[in-house]
Each structure stands twice: as structure tokens, then as C-alpha cells.
């Protein structure tokens, strides 16, 4: 699938002829994620009738600017995969195994391909730019660029389901936060949603993404997160007042303030802290979700309850 990128050609187009980039929401639908791609496409005399590889200085910038495109529409994607995973459990919320959930899904494949052909593009680039530094000269910087795009990508596409997705960890994220919606038990493996093929029997060895429990319990405080804060060195989660009085009272103590997550040593600084409203808004669902339950329990133990009096009339 011949992805068109984004390309700095705009940028080096002097005077009123440029076309400006215009910054668009985060695509919402398929339709609108393609015409982004395609909106921002290659054009043809991006490099003809210049000599850049006999001019490093100018091919560095260039291409650096290519790569800085690349980036801002892999975060616009980024921003649709959090959207279509807030849309797939809203579903599962409404009706466990909404059909509809399969749709989601298949948009969310789209865009993490999506994301992945143009983090190639970005690898090709950065390569390009250590050759030019190095002295490299290319005599057609265009077709050499696109040669290594089309094998790689097509390498990337001839892959599985399974190979794409089994350990990228949105996508982990995506399964397990539809499967707590109605499940109490651990998320299982993600592989069992994803297609095996038949030449892939040995890699059931390998890494598999799924099974943790997302917690959405403090470890200091035991409770659900409050002001959720993580930390940056290893990741773990606390509530933000927990974790600060943690770490004033190490250091109060003149001790070091390790995380105080179980198994975990890494050391820990207030500027290692970062707010997480996802996580707590992620929380937050969750609570309401156990409280509904509970809430449904107690009205059906009631309805019985009923009953039974009646019974005994
Ligand atoms: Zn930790």
C-alpha cells in the first residue's frame, strides 16, 4: 500500500506559490485519516532539478524537515488510536460483544499500520542523514529513498495479524480496557484475538503482550487512585499526595526514596512525577463501573428477598 508522506517541498518553495499545511483535528474516521496522508503527499519535483546530494548542508535540513512532518502526523494518529479505543469500550460498555466492536478494532489496525509506515519512513531518514554526514553521495537521493520505503514496507505488510499487533503494547491497552469492562479476572493474552497462521506455530514462545491486571489501586494508600501520577524512571502508578509525602519524608529521614512498588528499586525525585489524567479518568470509569454493579447485585438480592416473603405469605 503506497502511503504518500508529508514532504519539507512546501518549505523550500520561496514566495506566495507556497501551500501553507494546514493543521487539522485528529482524524476521526478512516475516510479522514487517509486524506490526511494523501494531503500531505510526496511531490514530484520535491527533489528534481536540484543538486542536493552534492550539497549536504542543504539534503541535511531537508530531510530532518521531512522527518519532523512524519512526526507530527504520527501524533495526530496517536491521538485516533486513544479515540478509537475510548470508542470501543464505550461499546462494550453499552452491550457486552457489541458487534460493532469489530469495526473499531479494524480502524485501530489501520492507524497503527499507518503509524508504523511512516516510523519506517522516519528510520529510512534518520539512515539518509548518518550516510550524508558520513560523506555519502547519492545521485538520485529520490529513488534511492523511495527503494528502501517500498521494500521495507512492503516487508511490513506481507506480516501477520499476529506479528503486527501481538506485541505492541496500544494494542494490549485496547483488549485489556475492553476486557475489564465485564470482566473481574486477569486480561488474557491478546494473541487469542489474533489470527494464527500457520507458518507462525513456533512463535507461541515468544514475548505476548496482556495478562496484567490493570490496577487502579494506589500502592501507598491502597485506594483507588487520586490525582493517578506516574513515574517516569519505571513507570509504576501512585495518588499524586501519597507519593509526594513518600518522598518528603524519605528525604526528611535522609534516605532514599525508592518506588514503594513491590520488586521495584528504582529511585525516585518529584521531577520524576508525571500527572496521568488517562490513567485516572480510566480510574475513574472503573469505580463507577464496580459501583453499578454492586448497586444492580443489591437491587437484584432485594428483588428476591421480596420474593421470598412473598413466598412464605
Ligand atoms: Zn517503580
Given at each position: 500500500m503506497?502511503v504518500?508522506i508529508?514532504?519539507p517541498?512546501?518549505?523550500?518553495e520561496?514566495?506566495?506559490?507556497?501551500?501553507?499545511?494546514?493543521?487539522?483535528a485528529?482524524?476521526?474516521?478512516?475516510?479522514?485519516?487517509d486524506?490526511?496522508?494523501?494531503?500531505?503527499?510526496?511531490?514530484r519535483?520535491?527533489?528534481e532539478?536540484?543538486?542536493?546530494?552534492k550539497?549536504t548542508?542543504?539534503?541535511?535540513?531537508?530531510?530532518?524537515g521531512?522527518?519532523?512532518?512524519?512526526?507530527?502526523?504520527?501524533?495526530?494518529?496517536?491521538?485516533?488510536?486513544?479515540?478509537?479505543?475510548?470508542t470501543?469500550?464505550?461499546l462494550?460498555?453499552?452491550?457486552?460483544?457489541?458487534?460493532?466492536?469489530?469495526?473499531v478494532?479494524?480502524?485501530?489496525?489501520?492507524?497503527?499500520?499507518?503509524?508504523?509506515?511512516?516510523?519506517?519512513?522516519?528510520e529510512?531518514?534518520?539512515?539518509?542523514?548518518?550516510?550524508?554526514?558520513?560523506?555519502?553521495?547519492?545521485?538520485?537521493?529520490?529513488?534511492?529513498?523511495?527503494?528502501?520505503?517500498?521494500?521495507?514496507?512492503?516487508?511490513?505488510?506481507?506480516?501477520?495479524?499476529?506479528?503486527?499487533?501481538?506485541?505492541?503494547?496500544?494494542?494490549a491497552?485496547?483488549?485489556?480496557?475492553?476486557w475489564?469492562?465485564n470482566?473481574?479476572?486477569?486480561?488474557?493474552?491478546?494473541?487469542?484475538?489474533?489470527?494464527?497462521d500457520?507458518d507462525?506455530e513456533?512463535?507461541d514462545?515468544?514475548f505476548d503482550?496482556?495478562?496484567?491486571?490493570?490496577?487502579?489501586?494506589?500502592?501507598?494508600?491502597?485506594?483507588?487512585?487520586?490525582d493517578?501520577?506516574?513515574?517516569?524512571?519505571?513507570?509504576?502508578?501512585?495518588?499524586?499526595?501519597?507519593?509526594m509525602?513518600?518522598?518528603?519524608n524519605?528525604?526528611?529521614?535522609?534516605?532514599?526514596s525508592?518506588?514503594p512498588?513491590?520488586?521495584?528499586?528504582?529511585?525516585?525525585?518529584?521531577t520524576?512525577?508525571?500527572a496521568?489524567?488517562s490513567?485516572?479518568?480510566?480510574?475513574?470509569?472503573?469505580?463507577r463501573r464496580?459501583?453499578?454493579?454492586?448497586?444492580?447485585?443489591?437491587?437484584?438480592d432485594?428483588?428476591?428477598a421480596?420474593e421470598?416473603?412473598?413466598d412464605?405469605?
Amino acid at each position: 500500500m503506497p502511503v504518500r508522506i508529508s514532504s519539507p517541498a512546501s518549505s523550500l518553495e520561496a514566495g506566495p506559490s507556497r501551500k501553507s499545511q494546514v493543521h487539522r483535528a485528529p482524524a476521526s474516521s478512516e475516510d479522514e485519516e487517509d486524506e490526511l496522508i494523501e494531503e500531505e503527499g510526496w511531490t514530484r519535483d520535491t527533489f528534481e532539478n536540484r543538486t542536493i546530494s552534492k550539497n549536504t548542508t542543504a539534503a541535511i535540513p531537508m530531510l530532518r524537515g521531512m522527518m519532523d512532518k512524519l512526526k507530527d502526523v504520527i501524533s495526530r494518529i496517536e491521538e485516533g488510536l486513544d479515540n478509537a479505543k475510548e470508542t470501543a469500550v464505550a461499546l462494550e460498555d453499552s452491550k457486552q460483544d457489541e458487534p460493532s466492536i469489530a469495526e473499531v478494532e479494524t480502524a485501530f489496525f489501520r492507524a497503527l499500520d499507518q503509524r508504523q509506515l511512516l516510523q519506517i519512513r522516519i528510520e529510512i531518514l534518520e539512515d539518509m542523514i548518518n550516510q550524508l554526514r558520513a560523506g555519502e553521495e547519492y545521485s538520485d537521493i529520490e529513488s534511492a529513498y523511495q527503494e528502501v520505503v517500498t521494500t521495507r514496507e512492503t516487508e511490513y505488510m506481507a506480516k501477520s495479524q499476529r506479528a503486527k499487533y501481538k506485541n505492541l503494547k496500544e494494542y494490549a491497552d485496547f483488549r485489556s480496557a475492553l476486557w475489564e469492562i465485564n470482566h473481574t479476572t486477569a486480561c488474557p493474552p491478546v494473541s487469542q484475538w489474533l489470527e494464527k497462521d500457520a507458518d507462525e506455530e513456533s512463535d507461541d514462545d515468544d514475548f505476548d503482550m496482556g495478562g496484567a491486571t490493570q490496577s487502579y489501586k494506589c500502592p501507598i494508600t491502597l485506594m483507588l487512585f487520586k490525582d493517578a501520577t506516574t513515574s517516569s524512571k519505571c513507570g509504576h502508578n501512585y495518588s499524586r499526595e501519597a507519593i509526594m509525602n513518600l518522598i518528603d519524608n524519605m528525604r526528611k529521614a535522609k534516605r532514599a526514596s525508592k518506588c514503594p512498588v513491590t520488586g521495584c528499586s528504582a529511585i525516585l525525585d518529584k521531577t520524576d512525577l508525571k500527572a496521568n489524567p488517562s490513567l485516572q479518568k480510566r480510574a475513574d470509569e472503573f469505580d463507577r463501573r464496580q459501583k453499578r454493579r454492586e448497586e444492580e447485585k443489591e437491587e437484584a438480592d432485594e428483588t428476591i428477598a421480596l420474593e421470598d416473603e412473598e413466598d412464605f405469605d
